[in-house]
């Protein structure tokens, strides 16, 4: 953008648009944009970043605020990316009341590189056979324990 021919530019663009469109006021300023781009390029880039301002500074006080709330005396030692993703959730979800979570559900259930719960809805009825599936004999259960014993004190520092 060269800021040189913005004044320039502008002039010539309320002069086109006079010119082009009779009722000014009926115009959007997505067909001011797309017709006049090629004519005055740098004006229209600068009243294109104009408008991506915010009107208030409500989203920066709510975001501040709910950020005094998460970083707390208990939290102050949270590093700037978790801070970061509590405050995303914060202020980028709904309320629990109005979160729908099938659509959640329905994508934790189908992603990896299995389906984590395969025929869920079909084996809803087959309680019975669930459980006879499931069975482990003592001997099995016995062994998987030990082995979990061993493990679990392999990993606890000595004393």
Not at 39 to 66: H, M, Y
Request: aromatic letters at 8%; proline letters at 6%; glycine letters at 4%.
């Amino acid at each position: 953008m060269d800021s040189n021919q913005i004044e320039p530019e502008f002039t010539r663009l309320k002069c086109l648009l006079y010119q082009s469109y009779p009722d000014i006021k009926s115009l959007s300023w997505e067909t001011i944009n797309r017709g006049m781009v090629a004519k005055c390029p740098n004006i229209l880039a600068l009243i294109d970043l104009v408008l991506t301002f915010p009107a208030g500074s409500v989203e920066a006080e709510r975001g501040f605020s709910q950020m005094g709330i998460v970083k707390n005396d208990w939290r102050s030692c949270l590093l700037d990316s978790n801070l970061s993703d509590l405050l995303m959730v914060l202020l980028e979800t709904p309320e629990v009341g109005e979160f729908d979570p099938s659509e959640a559900i329905h994508l934790w259930n189908s992603a990896g590189s299995r389906a984590r719960r395969p025929n869920y809805m079909e084996d809803a009825g087959d309680v019975e056979e669930e459980e006879e599936e499931d069975f482990v004999p003592d001997e099995e259960l016995q062994q998987l324990e030990d082995k979990a014993n061993d493990d679990l004190a392999f990993s606890m520092p000595d004393d």
